[in-house]
Nanobody, 117 residues
Framework: QLELVESGGGLVQPGGSLTLSCAGS????????IGWFRQAPGKEREFVAG????????EYSDSVKGRFTISRDNTKNTVYLQMNSLKLEDTAVYYC??????????WGQGTQVTVSS
């Protein structure tokens, strides 16, 4: 059974940066596409970024394109989300998920990102 654990969240000022990590255990992440999602208070969970199993293909929501970068290191069984130029509206709980790129089967517990001055 694959388990995912997110880390790296915290409090950051607008314009700042954070890097989130999604570590897999119990199984290798090699076979899965990984997505990052977020959910702000009172809002639906939304897709943020995704990466193919090989890392050769990535996609981003329009709201983060050019500011966030998703990457993976399969030797460490970990996927990263580098977040730059953070805005107030990026405040949310961030989740990573593993699946086939269309459907996501496994979810982590989430990590809080708060952007505030």
């Amino acid at each position: 059974q694959l388990e995912l654990v997110e880390s790296g969240g915290g409090l950051v000022q607008p314009g700042g940066s954070l890097t989130l990590s999604c570590a897999g255990s119990g199984n290798t992440l090699d076979y899965y596409a990984i997505g990052w999602f977020r959910q702000a208070p009172g809002k639906e969970r939304e897709f943020v970024a995704g990466i193919s199993w090989s890392g050769g293909s990535t996609e981003y929501s329009d709201s983060v394109k050019g500011r966030f970068t998703i990457s993976r290191d399969n030797t460490k069984n970990t996927v990263y989300l580098q977040m730059n130029s953070l805005k107030l509206e990026d405040t949310a709980v961030y989740y990573c998920s593993a699946g086939n790129g269309l459907t996501y089967f496994y979810w982590g517990q989430g990590t809080q990102v708060t952007v505030s001055s």
